[in-house]
């Protein structure tokens, strides 16, 4: 519950509010305290929080539940603060879809590139990002020609890729023509000399 001291103006015309930002209802609520507010309505919002865990934990050992905590730390009160998060381009009506995707080509992809080799040395992890693929799935939204524009507009290629394209690219990343970058990773003790 919001108190008056919690969102009480102060002298250099910053409202503040506090809830806990992972639960609809106190976001809701603070918004609502926050149409009160002396200055007017909510201008500006900056998504500036997020919850780091302090043990390092390996994909392969992270429980479900740290999993769920941190998403709602920092996705889920990100979204219900300002609900139009979206992917590296993003994508009109579905801001669910483009965050997931975006957190899939960016963090977990890098994250895992930095375990891989922790596990299997000479492991690699890539991701492919193809952009609109013709399956069964976006045969009908295709088809549109609003969509199918749209779906294009940011795609460098001009063309939706077909199954056979993407099977290329990953038999290409698979291949030994390919080498990751990384961040440094071992310590010196980690490091066999040569």
């Known amino acids: 519950m919001l108190s008056e001291s919690d969102y009480g103006p102060s002298r250099h015309g910053v409202q503040s509010a506090q809830a806990n930002l992972s639960k609809e209802e106190d976001v809701l609520r603070m918004f609502d305290a926050l149409k009160g507010c002396p200055f007017g309505p909510v201008q500006v919002q900056i998504a500036n929080h997020g919850y780091y865990p302090p043990a390092d934990v390996p994909v392969a050992e ?5 999993w769920e905590s941190t998403f ?3 996705m889920t009160s990100t979204f219900l603060v300002v609900r139009d998060t979206a992917g590296k381009y993003g994508e009109i009506g579905h801001a ?3 965050a997931t995707k975006s957190g899939m080509m960016y963090d977990f992809t890098m994250s ?3 375990e891989i080799v922790k596990i299997a040395p000479r492991g690699r992890v890539n991701c492919i990002v193809p952009g609109w693929v013709k399956t069964p799935m976006a045969e009908h939204a295709l088809k549109q020609p609003d969509i199918s524009y749209h779906a294009l ?3 460098p290629l001009k063309k939706v890729a077909t199954p056979e394209d993407v099977a290329s690219q990953v038999v290409f990343v698979a291949s030994t023509a390919v080498f990751g970058h990384g961040r440094l990773l071992n310590k010196r003790e980690d490091i ?3």
């Open 112 to 114: 895992l590139k930095n």
């Open 192 to 194: 066999i000399a040569y």
């Open 96 to 98: 669910d879809y483009s």
């Open 153 to 155: 507009a940011t795609m």
């Open 72 to 74: 709602a730390s920092n």
């Open 62 to 66: 992270t429980s479900l539940a740290q």
